[in-house]
């Protein structure tokens, strides 16, 4: 089992720039591939970016590319998501998630999910 803990989120104004942290407990992260999701109101969970085990290969929504970065640091079992150029699009809940396949991007592929932190960009 892997317990996954988000943090980072909160308000913020077009252009600002805001860093999520997903923090993992119960097994190492290094067997898993990390991922972010977002799910806005009335919307599907959409992929956002993922990690490989290792840090060296990441995959982005294209959406995103230029503005996210996805890296995580398996000596402290941790995951982060740093944001850049936010715009009023990118509001929704941020999750990060595990699972033990690279390039995923469907939310059934993973495993293990957080509770969520709240992202919203004003205008």
């Known amino acids: 089992q892997v317990q996954l803990v988000e943090s980072g989120g909160g308000l913020v104004q077009a252009g600002g720039s805001l860093t999520l942290s997903c923090a993992a407990s119960?097994?190492?992260?290094?067997?898993?591939?990390m991922g972010w999701f977002r799910q806005a109101p009335g919307k599907e969970r959409q992929f956002v970016a993922a990690?490989?085990?290792?840090?060296?290969?990441?995959y982005y929504l294209d959406s995103v590319k230029g503005r996210f970065t996805i890296s995580r640091d398996n000596a402290k079992n941790t995951v982060s998501l740093q944001m850049n150029s936010l715009k009023p699009e990118d509001t929704a809940v941020y999750y990060c998630a595990a699972t033990r396949s690279w390039a995923q991007v469907r939310p059934t592929a993973y495993d293990y999910w957080g509770q969520g932190t709240q992202v919203t960009v004003s205008s």
């Open positions: 990690v490989s085990w290792s840090g060296g290969s990441t």
């Open positions: 119960g097994r190492t992260l290094s067997s898993y591939c």
